[in-house]
């Protein structure tokens, strides 16, 4: 599974869900938390497993990383309004910090020329 996750990476074959976070007193949805897949039939689908995977080869920033620019970049490609919660993993596998990202904020980033997609990742 080592291999695939790096061909996962490195195609960067991830796909974002986002759950919406609903104010309960107004019904208002004030943003979404972003939620990652990994391709569909594949033993690296479920986020357990991708993360898993990841840890135990050492793959584990490259996987955050790409995570990162695949959320943001479908975050702005739906137009979604609201707050993007970015969930973000140390290397041990825990949560580390929730960063929030406005849809200008994430607009602006993919705007810029040398981040506008993900940087190449180091080869092994």
Known sequence: MIMQLKEILAERRLQSSFQPLVNLKSSEILGYE????????????????????????????????????????????????GLLFLNIAEPRGTLLAIFL???????TWLSQPSISSPPALPKD
């Open 34 to 81: 972003a939620l990652v897949r990994g391709p569909l039939n594949s033993p690296l689908h479920s986020p357990e497993s991708l993360f898993a995977v990841a840890a135990m080869c050492g793959q584990l920033d490259k996987l955050e990383i790409v995570c990162q620019a695949v959320h943001l970049k479908s975050f702005v490609e739906l137009g979604l309004d």
């Open 101 to 107: 990202f406005q849809p200008l904020t994430a607009s």
